[in-house]
Structure formats: C-alpha cells, structure tokens
C-alpha cells in the first residue's frame, strides 16, 4: 500500500457511499448490488439507458424508496431507515425531474419556502415563515448564483421551461446540501440553454459543492464531469474518468445495442459522443 493509499482510507472518508444497494419492485430488479463513492468535491456523472435504474438509485439515496438490499452512508453514518427530512438534514437535496413551483407565491418565495422547509420539515410551517427577512435573503442569494434574480418578484406560472429549471436548482441549493442529487437538469432545454445550464452546475461545483448528476446529454456531461458511473439493467458496468469509460466495450454496446425504436435517436446521440472520446 502506497502512502497515498493510506491518506485515501485515513483521511479521506467518501462523503457518500453506496454500498451493494439492490431495489425490487415486486417481480422487477431495478438495482442489483450497486456500489460506488461520491468523494467531497465531485461532480460525477450518473449515466446509463432508459430504465437503467439512475432516478431509483437516486430516490434510494434520498430514501423515497427503500433498498432491498445494501446500505448508503453520508459522512460515513448510515441512512438506513431514515426519512426523507432527516437525510435533508443531514445534507442531502434532490433536485427532481418535473418541475413543481408553487404557482401563486413569488419565485424568491418558492425558494424563501425551501429554506425554512430544512428547519421545520413541513410544509405548512414552511409556508408560514416565509416572511421571515433571512429566508428571504438566502433566497435572493441562490438565485443570483443561478442568474435569475432579476425576476424573483414574478410568478412561476409565466415563466419558460429554462427559468424553471433555474428556480429548482435554486430551491436544491437553498436547503443547503453537501451534496447535490440533480436528476436530468437539462431535458427539454434546447442545444443552447442546456450548455448555459450545465455551465452553472459546474460553476456550482467549481464553487465547492459536490454533485451527483443524471444525464442523457451526454455532450454536456462529457464537458463539465470528472467521473461517470454507468449504469444498465440495475447494474453497475462502468466507472472512472469519463473518456475512458465512454470508450469501454460494455458501456458502447449496453447504449448503441438498445436498439429499441423509442430510443433511436438517444442511442444516436450516444453514438456520437461514443466516438468523439
Ligand atoms: N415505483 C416503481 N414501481 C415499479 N417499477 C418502477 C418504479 N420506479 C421505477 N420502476 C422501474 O424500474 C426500472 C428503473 O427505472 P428508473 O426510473 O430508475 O430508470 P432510469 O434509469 O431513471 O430511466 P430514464 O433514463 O428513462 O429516466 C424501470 O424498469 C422502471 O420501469
Ligand atoms: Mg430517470
């Protein structure tokens, strides 16, 4: 053992780890004996086909759903069997796919409500403080850092999809995570909107946040990830510096082999970034 090595196990504990996670769903494995580390600092890239179990392995971080099998540890703690608002507590905060503002309260406020939501754990309360003048500020704080302060007295409800997408990530940061789960940030933004969006994601990351990104742009996630984990029917197949993975034999052909038509022009998509590593 190297004496990196040994700096690695003493002293650099993986801030989370997920350790042989497996998820049933009745007759369906959705994951099986999944393991992997997120190390303080990254921004790694979860990646994989549809229905490859990324959004359920990010929801068995998060604990809305619970793992058959395996353990995850935050800061080396378990966090079986807790729920949802305690892991927010302890530093976790998922940024979901669907995009549900609050449609009759501000854009500040949506994200003011998040912020207090990591103090009471309920809604209702939540809502109630939102007056409270540090909330506020907070609020106005995450969304100058995701560029859309400028329209935190407007409503959510005539905003375009990349403004919403802004305000999600801004209700994430609010609640003060150590690390960041962002499920498919950029789907359904167009070539230009997702690269500004995934350039703040690693400015955020640049900035000392720990991420763990799920993404099918994988021309972004190859831009801005120091490391993937690939996942394929519940399984782990791939795993490290991102170039070298893309152009693993496994991971080509669990993509490009998906022949499926629905998928066609994600596998194409993937073809390209395949052959660009
Ligand atoms: N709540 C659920 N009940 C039953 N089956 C589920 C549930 N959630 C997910 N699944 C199944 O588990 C598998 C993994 O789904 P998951 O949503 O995690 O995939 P994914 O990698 O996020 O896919 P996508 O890229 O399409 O979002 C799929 O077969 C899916 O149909
Ligand atoms: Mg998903």
């Not at 007759?27 to 890239?45: K, N, P, Q, R």
């Not at 500040?108 to 939501?117: E, L, Q, R, S, T």
């Not at 704080?141 to 995701?146: F, G, M, N, Q, T």
């Not at 996630?221 to 399984?235: E, T």
Request: glycine share 10%; net charge neutral.
């Amino acid at each position: 053992m190297t004496t990196h090595d040994v700096k690695h196990d003493a002293d650099h504990q993986a801030l989370l780890r997920v350790v042989g996670v497996g998820v049933r769903f009745g007759g369906l494995t959705a994951l099986d004996d999944v393991s992997f580390e997120v190390h303080e600092g990254d921004l790694l890239g979860l990646i994989g086909p549809n229905g490859a179990g990324k959004t359920t392995l990010m929801r068995a971080i998060m604990g809305v759903v619970q793992p058959t099998h395996g353990n995850v540890y935050l800061e080396g703690e378990s966090l079986n069997g807790l729920p949802i608002h305690k892991r927010v507590r302890r530093g976790l905060s998922l940024s979901q796919q669907l995009v549900k503002p609050l449609r009759d309260i501000s854009i500040a406020a949506n994200v003011a409500m998040a912020a207090a939501h990591h103090k009471t754990a309920s809604p209702l309360s939540a809502l109630l403080n939102v007056s409270d003048a540090k909330e506020l500020a907070l609020a106005h704080a995450e969304l100058a850092r995701v560029g859309i302060d400028s329209l935190s007295l407007q409503s959510p409800g005539i905003q375009p999809l990349g403004v919403l997408k802004r305000l999600e990530l801004a209700r994430a940061l609010a609640l003060k995570p150590k690390l960041l789960l962002l499920d498919e940030p950029l789907a359904g933004l167009n070539t230009q909107e997702a690269k500004a969006l995934a350039t703040t994601i690693a400015d955020i990351n640049q900035q000392g946040l720990t991420i763990l990104l799920i993404e099918h742009n994988l021309h972004e996630i190859l831009r801005i990830c120091r490391r993937l984990v690939v996942l394929d029917n519940g399984k782990k197949i791939g795993e490290g510096e991102p170039h070298t993975v893309m152009s693993d034999p496994d991971v080509r052909t669990a993509y490009l082999g998906s022949g499926a038509a629905g998928q066609s022009d994600h596998a194409k998509h993937m073809k390209g970034a395949a052959e660009h590593a």
